[in-house]
Structures are given as C-alpha cells and as structure tokens.
C-alpha cells in the first residue's frame, strides 16, 4: 500500500504555496513587539486603575467628612427655634424681680430657664460669657455703645441677649452694649 500513488489532485493540494519574503515581515509584528506592546497597555491600565483608587478614595473621604459636619451642627435651627423662648423665659425672670409678690412666679420661671440651659448644654451648646469682656465681632455684636467711666473702650457693658456658641460655631451672637470710654467733660 505505500506503491500506491495519489492521484494528482490530492499531491497538489499538499504542495506548499510559495510566499515572497517581503509580505511577512513587514506586516506582523515580531513576538518580542508583541511583549513590549502588551506590557505599555498593562502599565497604562494599572496606572488608570490606580488613580480611579486614589479618586474614589478621595471622594469617599470628603463625603465622610461632609457628613460629619452635617451630623455635628444638625441641631443648630432646633437650638435657633429654642432660644426666643429662653429670651422670653428671661425677661420674665427679670419682670417678676422688680414686682412684690411673685416669689413663686419667679422661682418657677428661673427653674424652666434653668431647664433649658441643662437642655442645651446636653446638646453641646454653651453661652457666651460677654460681660466685662472686651468686644470680639465674633462672639458679639454691638446694638450700641455707650460712655463709661468704669470700663475701658471697647469693653461689653451690658448684654442685651445671649448668644450661644454650639461646639466651636457660634448659633448666635450675644447682642451687646459696648463702652466708648469716658464721658467727655
């Protein structure tokens, strides 16, 4: 069986074309192309991988941070609402000091305004303390000033309404009097 011969058509088909040189190496790239190319791309993406990491990161951080801040001053306008009726609870303390009988009135309102302060206090809300203090416009804001023979220039003389710092942020500023120095002869 190997005599045998194939017939033509089968010896021609598995005869090699003949191929010029020049159409193979000028078109397709030798393997050690190929691995330098593959490499570039590698590094590209890992490069864009991980600055994508460092974004998100960054964006995962400020929006943390973000809301911190929301959660920290979140109660402010319930302490802004809160405090008209401190004002009020106040004057009334004042009002019931100058009348005769009403001991019992002012007791009571001094132990609501004292409530309210606890009250605020829990929620880390502090007053500020601006009597005989000199002027900061960040923690007061002066409604008037007024000579004083008693107090440097630039000094509080009279608060007229407390403010109220909530952490480190001022909710509202103590509306004050402040001395002009010495009435002038």
């Given at each position: 069986?190997?005599?045998?011969?194939?017939?033509?058509?089968?010896?021609?088909?598995?005869?090699?074309?003949?191929?010029?040189?020049?159409?193979?190496?000028?078109?397709?790239?030798?393997?050690?192309?190929?691995?330098?190319?593959?490499?570039?791309?590698?590094?590209?993406?890992?490069?864009?991988?991980?600055?994508?990491?460092?974004?998100?990161?960054?964006?995962?951080?400020?929006?943390?941070?973000?809301?911190?801040?929301?959660?920290?001053?979140?109660?402010?306008?319930?302490?802004?609402?809160?405090?008209?009726?401190?004002?009020?609870?106040?004057?009334?303390?004042?009002?019931?000091?100058?009348?005769?009988?009403?001991?019992?009135?002012?007791?009571?309102?001094?132990?609501?305004?004292?409530?309210?302060?606890?009250?605020?206090?829990?929620?880390?809300?502090?007053?500020?303390?601006?009597?005989?203090?000199?002027?900061?416009?960040?923690?007061?804001?002066?409604?008037?000033?007024?000579?004083?023979?008693?107090?440097?220039?630039?000094?509080?003389?009279?608060?007229?309404?407390?403010?109220?710092?909530l952490n480190d942020r001022v909710v509202r500023p103590t509306k004050?009097?402040?001395?002009?120095?010495?009435?002038?002869?």
């Open positions: 069986m190997a005599d045998m011969e194939q017939p033509e058509e089968i010896q021609n088909q598995t005869e090699e074309i003949p191929v010029e040189e020049s159409e193979v190496t000028d078109e397709a790239p030798t393997v050690e192309e190929q691995l330098q190319s593959a490499i570039s791309e590698r590094d590209e993406n890992q490069d864009r991988f991980l600055r994508s990491q460092a974004e998100l990161d960054n964006v995962r951080k400020r929006h943390q941070k973000e809301m911190e801040l929301l959660r920290q001053y979140a109660a402010a306008p319930f302490i802004q609402d809160l405090l008209p009726a401190l004002d009020n609870l106040k004057r009334a303390v004042d009002a019931a000091e100058s009348a005769d009988q009403v001991g019992d009135l002012k007791q009571g309102v001094e132990m609501v305004a004292k409530q309210l302060l606890d009250v605020l206090s829990k929620h880390n809300v502090t007053p500020i303390d601006a009597l005989g203090k000199p002027f900061d416009p960040n923690l007061h804001e002066a409604l008037q000033q007024m000579p004083s023979d008693e107090h440097p220039p630039m000094t509080v003389i009279q608060e007229l309404e407390q403010g109220f710092i004050v009097i402040v001395s002009s120095g010495p009435a002038e002869g």
